[in-house]
Every structure is written in C-alpha cells, then in structure tokens.
C-alpha cells in the first residue's frame, strides 16, 4: 500500500532556530505533494504544494520545501522559527490516484520555545 | 466566503447511539472526502465523492455510511457508535482531477463513551 512517513513526531526548537521536518512517499509514479498546518484548536491548511516543475516550493509564512525524486523524499523547511509555528504538520501525497484523496503522514508536533 | 463548513464541532455519544455529520462546501468543487485524525496516525479517509451522485469506500469505511446529498453537502453518519469511533473528524473538498489541493472543515470533535 502506498504510504507517507514522518520521521519526526515531536519536535521541540527554541525560537529562531532552523527547521527541518521529514517527508518521505512511497509511490513511484508522479505524485503531488502537500504540507499542511493545524494550528492547536484550528482545521488544516496549506502550507505548500509541489506539482510538477522546479522541486523547491516556496509556501507561505516563510516555509520552503524539496522534492527529491530519487530519494522520494519532500522535506519542510524554514531557516527562522518563531513561537508562532508552534502547530502540527503534516505531509500529504497524492498517491496514484487522480481523485484528490491524500494519504497523510503521521504528523509531526512542533513546540517553539520563546 | 465559508469555505468547507461542519456541524456539529463537538459531540459526545454513548455507545450505540447513532448520529450524523454533516459537511457542506460552497466552492462549487465537485469532490467531497472525509477524514478521521487520531494521535500518531496523522489523518485516514473514511469515505469520499469524486462527483455528486457517487462514493466509495476509503481506508477506513467500517462502521460508516455516507450521502452525497447534492454537490455542496456530504455526510457522514454513525449507525452505532463504538468508542473506536472516538476521534476528530474532517470534511474536505476539491476540484476534480490530479493537480488540485483539499480545503478542510473545522472539524467535529466526537467523543463516544
């Protein structure tokens, strides 16, 4: 079955350290992937998608990430936390299908001290 | 714009008990999924629409039935709900085809006891 891990579940950073959260996707194929945000009490949103193209996607509130084929890897980064980020996150792939259903990774918890 | 709204946010239930959650969208987007979170094990489809009118089984279907009521609402019920079933559940929505992101609810919180 196709899958989505993260390989860190809890993170905990002091504020303005650098962010690296890891993503790696099973399928072979063409995929798209995703990372979402869930702010404590709040629904998911977007971080930032990677179609096709240049495989480093820049998303919003400073967050970037790469694809990389060969390592079927897209790992989430940002060069300066801040106490703000404090949220989970989760990757998310498109899998083989065209019908928009996301497999999701497991999440990763992410607590930025002040 | 609402978006992808849910009701109820949150819901306890005792065992057995049934309920509905209902889903609706106002993006004219013609696929409807619902989700289940539970701690460390990220986010599961339940069921999901591509198109009004359809619907299909997910990773997750037991215990789980949905209507694609129209193209704006999706619900999802519990027949008898289990303690199991104790979770946060999300309706999201998207456009057809390949290259399109989800916009998700704001989740039900359903606690069964």
């Known amino acids: 079955a196709q899958s989505v891990s993260q390989h860190n579940h809890h993170v905990i950073l002091s504020e303005a350290a650098s962010l690296e959260l890891g993503c790696n996707y099973s399928?072979?194929?063409?995929?798209?992937l995703f990372w979402y945000v869930q702010y404590p009490g709040q629904h998911l949103q977007l971080l930032l998608k990677y179609f096709s193209g240049d495989p480093l996607v820049k998303g919003i509130k400073g967050f970037e990430a790469e694809f990389i084929k060969s390592k079927f890897s897209f790992n989430l980064r940002k060069p300066s936390v801040q106490w703000s980020d404090t949220a989970e996150y989760f990757c998310?792939?498109?899998?083989?299908?065209?019908?928009?259903?996301?497999?999701f990774g497991q999440g990763t918890t992410l607590q930025v001290k002040p | 714009n609402a978006g992808v709204t849910q009701t109820p946010k949150f819901q306890v239930l005792k065992t057995g008990q049934s309920m509905t959650l209902q889903c609706a969208q106002d993006m004219n987007h013609n696929s409807m999924y619902w989700y289940r979170q539970d701690p460390g094990m990220g986010l599961r489809l339940i069921y999901y629409?591509?198109?009004?009118?359809?619907?299909d089984k997910g990773e997750v279907p037991n215990g789980y039935n949905v209507s694609r009521l129209n193209k704006r609402e999706f619900s999802l019920r519990l027949e008898s709900a289990a303690p199991s079933q104790t979770s946060v559940y999300f309706c999201a929505s998207n456009t057809q085809g390949r290259n399109t992101e989800a916009f998700f609810g704001q989740g039900t919180r359903l606690t069964v006891v």
């Open positions: 998310a792939s498109s899998g083989s299908s065209n019908t928009g259903k996301l497999i």
């Open positions: 629409s591509a198109s009004e009118g359809t619907t």
């Open positions: 399928y072979g194929g063409t995929v798209n």
